[in-house]
């Protein structure tokens, strides 16, 4: 039903994997829980987000269907991992989506809402321990956060 009221760029199929990260994309955004997608390199993981981020605009949104949903526009917060990722930098990135939260919050922008999307989330090294610093975020729940990755995390991570 939802996915009648997206339009894909031109070329781009309207494949199972897309309509399925698209629909966990907008339920875990609007209802701010954590998620993490992971599929091989070429399957439309960043394509989705991308999407995403274009329809949900809040009641300035194009599309009438999602004009009920959080707003999300302009206030993604992107990083893209290397094997070089540390805690610290995941650690900034997380802290500046609290403090844009904030700001929103306070000049009465209740439908706006960060998030935090990490790309390539499965490349830092695991003796960095990069990922450490996000279990604090996600067992607070302030801002949703989009991982993505090629394959599953491991437990270290």
Known sequence: ???????????????????????????????????????????????????????????NGAVPFFRKFVDISSSMIRYQCSRDSTSTQIREVFEQGLQNQCRYDSNGETGRRAVIFIDEAGLPVEHVESFKAIHYYFDRGDIPCCLLANQPLDAAK
Request: net charge positive; proline share 5%.
């Open 1 to 59: 039903l939802y996915f009648q009221h997206i339009s894909l760029p031109a070329g781009i199929a309207k494949t199972r994997a897309l309509q399925e990260n698209i629909f966990a994309l907008i339920v875990s955004l609007h209802c701010n829980i954590p998620i993490m997608i992971v599929g091989m390199p070429g399957t439309g993981k960043t394509l989705a987000v991308t999407i995403v981020e274009s329809i949900l605009r809040g009641s």
